[in-house]
């Protein structure tokens, strides 16, 4: 079974563009969180989609958004970039969403370097 | 506000030897407690995990502690490998949060053949 998919692997922009990174989930899995990895703010939620459907969100600005496809596939899309963006965006994939855990797996990320 | 903790950015530990490792929460509707490790450029592994209701999980070389009242949970490695040197994450999810995790901060383990 095909782990999750992150395109692309390495991004590099500059301040004021916007970027969309993809994820692709294990096949059957309906929930997709974004999150991202920084050195100084460590793994932090950004957001979770079920069903095409955003249950869950995290304390980022509204420059990050994200949507889930009916395929459960999920973009993410960072506007007007910040140096301070500069991070490893991690996707992750799970059999449920909603009260019952299931386990996360994570892609390998894409690394976004804003400049 | 950090809300889960690791106060130990790294730890040393001699091959064949115990490696635990720490972490503290102070979110009371924690409700669910994973483990997962890191290596650089990969993304988060999950190890092991536990629910509030119990206060040990143990899965092969793996054992995870939970100490409710004290809002600690430990991970114990026994025997530790030197593959098992990486970057160990602990994450908590509040009963209402679906798949949101909060992280604490990591603490890199390496172990010394």
């Known amino acids: 079974k095909a782990g999750v998919t992150q395109t692309p692997r390495y991004l590099i922009k500059t301040r004021g563009q916007q970027v969309t990174l993809s994820c692709s989930p294990i096949?059957?899995?309906?929930?997709v969180s974004w999150y991202q990895q920084t050195p100084g703010q460590g793994l932090q939620f950004l957001f979770e989609y079920f069903s095409e459907t955003q249950r869950n969100k995290g304390n980022f600005p509204g420059r990050f958004s994200g949507r889930q496809f009916s395929n459960s596939r999920s973009e993410m899309n960072v506007s007007t970039l910040e140096l301070g963006d500069s991070a490893l965006y991690l996707c992750?994939?799970?059999?449920?969403?909603?009260?019952?855990?299931?386990?996360?797996?994570f892609g390998s990320g894409t690394q976004l370097s804003v400049l | 506000d950090q809300q889960v903790k690791q106060n130990s950015p790294s730890l040393s530990v001699q091959e064949g030897r115990i490696s635990i490792l720490n972490c503290d929460y102070t979110?009371?509707?924690?409700?669910?407690f994973l483990w997962y490790k890191k290596y650089p450029a990969e993304g988060p592994t999950f190890l092991i995990s536990i629910s509030s209701i119990k206060d040990k999980n143990e899965d092969g070389r793996f054992t995870v502690f939970l100490n409710k009242s004290a809002k600690h949970l430990s991970l114990h490695i026994v025997p530790s490998q030197p593959g098992d040197s990486a970057v160990y994450f602990c994450?908590?999810?509040?009963?209402?949060?679906?798949?949101?995790?909060?992280f604490g901060g990591g603490t890199r383990l390496m172990v010394k053949p």
């Open positions: 096949s059957g899995h309906r929930s």
């Open positions: 994450a908590a999810r509040a009963g209402d949060a679906g798949n949101m995790l909060t």
């Open positions: 979110n009371s509707m924690f409700d669910y």
């Open positions: 992750a994939s799970s059999l449920a969403g909603g009260g019952l855990m299931r386990k996360l797996f």
